[in-house]
């Protein structure tokens, strides 16, 4: 192939669930179109998040909890990329890997899945002291502030093992699921009530689809970087230098809400306590209007938290990145390390 890769079947590797799956699938998919001559090998393994089960993903306090042992395959040349939700790859990436292509953005927004029985209810519409299940400390305090009425519960394992957690026991009146995931699942019918950006603002990267590779491995990153899509890439970047300034993980809620239009990017970025009673939200916007044209010289290979786009204007993703960096600074200069520093010491202690 004119790619260099021709002759060789390409590796990719995965997570074993049915969602991680069905993700890779559709990257794969995208590459066949692309590149019809080519062989490509699914390698599906588990990773530490999906063995570890009974216990909160914020308790476990490893960053790279659904991508080490697919980075370490990638590492000894086991695969030659690796699928991932962009939302678990770390703001940064160890040495000699980098983010090859953004998929286009599923939808990002956050969705409540109702137990049979509040079938057409909302959440403002259950009973008083229902118990709403979610494994992310950013939905729960955002939440708990709006809906003080109702009580929230961690709840873990996969998409499927969730849903049946829901469904078959009276413990949950509700989970709270990423829409993206459940749209790929095939499973939109079960999406009851969608959060808008009002109740519920997303996590960093939610919705999007990342390649990694190895970033000296120019054949795999020039034949992946047709993935990229521009809209989401720049939103993207400006999500994650925004999270990466925050130095916050999944141990701590931070949210964002992003949006692209006429060539003016705007970034609203919040930091919560725990319980959602303390909390700083603001919005920034840039121009990200720049044509590819106008690049001076090579850049192929320049990263903006983690990603290579080869194919975006390097000066609408520097505007991007920087966007994200001064909305932190913003939020900092107004106390939000205090806010974040209480929540980290509190999900520690409890």
Partial sequence: GENGVGGRAVRVGTRRSQLARIQTDSVVEMLRELYPDLHFEIVAMSTTGDKILD?????????????????????????????????????????????????????????????????????SLLPE?????TSSLRRAAQLKKKFPQL???DIRGNLNTRLKKLDDKEDFSAIILAAAGLKRM????????????????????????????RANDQEILNMV??????????RCIAERAFMKRLEGGCSVPVAVNTVLKDGQLYLTGAVYSLDGSDS???TMQTSVCYSQESEDGPND????????????????????????AELASLLLS???KHILSVARQLNDAC
């Fill in 334 to 336: 107004k106390g939000a």
């Fill in 186 to 213: 095939g499973w939109e019918n079960r999406i009851g009530q969608l959060l808008s950006p009002e109740d519920c603002l997303y996590a960093v990267g939610q919705g999007a689809l990342a390649v990694e590779v």
């Fill in 225 to 234: 970087s047709a993935l990229h899509d521009a809209d989401t890439v720049l």
């Fill in 129 to 133: 002291k229902s118990v709403i299940g």
């Fill in 280 to 282: 700083l939200k603001e």
């Fill in 151 to 153: 009580e929230f519960r």
């Fill in 301 to 324: 290979d320049v990263q903006h938290v983690g990603i290579t786009a080869k194919n975006v204007p390097g000066q609408a993703q520097e505007a991007a990145e920087n966007l994200g």
């Fill in 55 to 123: 216990t909160a993903l914020s308790k476990i306090g490893e960053k790279s909890l659904f991508t080490k042992e697919l980075e370490n395959a990638l590492e000894r040349n086991e695969v030659d990329l690796v699928v991932h939700s962009l939302k678990d790859l770390p703001t940064s990436l160890p040495p000699g890997f980098t983010i090859g292509a953004v998929c286009k953005r599923e939808n990002p927004l956050d969705a409540v899945v109702f137990h049979p029985k509040n079938c057409g209810k909302t959440l």
